[in-house]
């Protein structure tokens, strides 16, 4: 016996695709985007995090953050972003995707321009503070990864689905892109403004007080396109799935998806009552029956998106030791603080150019 489905959502299924399609990708995108941005930019100013706050006196080298306090700084926001995925999206399910997404994006607003604020004169009360509103930070953009993901899924169609929850995905490699692009304008223009010799020549003076300014500059701007996004997504309906079979409101799911669609959808509260009867007696995640049905597949999924995040997330938090290691930027006593900055971005923004965009656009098919 085939599965009885409401109208509304059958006619999403079968929905040509329309405006409401690319604006969906756009702002749900956006959070991707920004998501990229706000984690993979720390990666453009450790360096200079060491060279202001772990300066050695008569070292041959600038000063380096120490490897406990460079995997925190680095990782911390990971750790947010794990607890962050479990929490809002069990939230996600009991107070409907929309209302959680704004939690999220004024999560990811407050807590990236107290990074860049971050309290404090001495490298501890400096490096705590940072690593305190990176894990908050993470914990908003864990939200926002599977929040976006699903309202994608549940505004598309059946036939263009995968190509769309692609598509947002790819922002991810336009906001590691932007980090670059961010850090190249603001090391360049306190380099112009500021001068200063390479570390060899004055290492006291290769950093000038100023240098300060540019991690929390960068840090900051991740709130920017969050903030952006914030009223778009505000305006956006309730997703018809959940409204209807979560939220039992047929009446507004039908409105809702008839402004989206601008065609003439009728409530079905009786078919909702009998599908949330059907929902009764269905399996849950964690039973048996899931398990014998989706397991693999589940199982199968989640492996190797880990396997994959592995390769990509450490890459890109870390090849700016790449860059150093294989020569591709000067060593770091032949360059002042903000010089090196500028170097790493320069580095990054091109890789990302050349190889993280063109790839992701690939993947999602719009090649």
Known sequence: MPREQLQVLTALDVAKTQWYHFTTIVIAGMGFFTDAYDLFCISLVTKL????????????????????????????????TLAGQLFFGWLGDKMGRKRVYGLTLILMVVCSIGSGLSFGKNPKAVIATLCFFRFWLGFGIGGDYPLSATIMSEYANKKTRGAFIAAVFAMQGFGILAGGIVALIVSAGFDHKYKSPSYNVDPVGSVVPQ???????????GAVPAALTYYWRMKMPETARYTALVAKNAKQAAADMSKVMQVQLEAEEEKVAKITRVQANSFGLFSKEFARRHGLHLLGTASTWFLLDIAFYSQNLFQKDIFSAIGWIPPAATMNAIEEVFRIAKAQTLIALCSTVPWVLVYSGFY
């Open 211 to 221: 240098a300060d300014y540019i991690w929390r500059i960068i840090l900051m701007f």
């Open 49 to 80: 995090l060491g060279r202001i706050y772990y300066h050695v006196e008569g070292a041959p080298k600038p000063g380096t953050l120490p490897p406990n306090v460079s995997a925190a700084v680095n990782g911390v926001a990971f750790c947010g």
